[in-house]
């Protein structure tokens, strides 16, 4: 009997805020090419409380000019999370993309729903996962949690990284407290506006993007710029 071939994860992107902007282009364009497609499913949960059809509007712009098409998720709530339908739709997809907003409201609308294993089914299953600012939070475990910097449980699709979005432009003290506070298994990725620390299929990890990924952990502090490798233990 031959081996069970296990399923090969695919390409994700933790995008540290300010999506769908010009300093995101390449590393979009290269998730496009990686998803085999040209469709991206657009989730707005994060966005819940603050005009959600106008971050799908804005998605919808700046993906036809890569000659994407943009089809929204309308979860907004965790009654549209456990929907059979939607969670159908998304295990189709090539693509997937948590758009930024709250964290917090993002992660109880997912947690433990038929959506979030619908959306880690595509990554798993060699899909592209992209996640901007609270999104990129929430996907990891530990997660920084925004009221004041400490860490909060989240979703483990990586395990053992925390992700401190929007790093170039946040609060020095919420900065200072994540360092301080970071637990000794885990390493702290700041990534700035613009900015995806990107994970290839292979477990490669690598920076692309406007700005800089800073990496706080046992060894050290390092800023790595984009275009370069990341040497990470998860």
Known sequence: MSPT???????????GGGEWREGCRGFDTALLEASGGAEVLVIPAAAAFEQPGKVVDRATAYFKGLGAVV?????????????PATADTVRAARF???ADGSPMHLRSVLKDSALVEAIIGVYQSGGVLAASGAGATVLCDPMVDPRGG????GLGVVANLAVFPYHGTAADHLRERSIDLLPSTAT????DEETALLRAPDGSWSVAGAGKVTVYGAEGTTAIAAGSAVDLPV
């Open 96 to 98: 997937v993309y948590l």
């Open 150 to 153: 400490a860490y909060t449980v």
């Open 188 to 191: 702290l990725v700041g990534v």
């Open 71 to 83: 089809k929204p998720i309308n979860v907004l709530n965790r009654r549209d999370a456990e929907a």
């Open 5 to 15: 071939r296990r399923p090969t994860p695919g390409t994700l992107a933790l995008v």
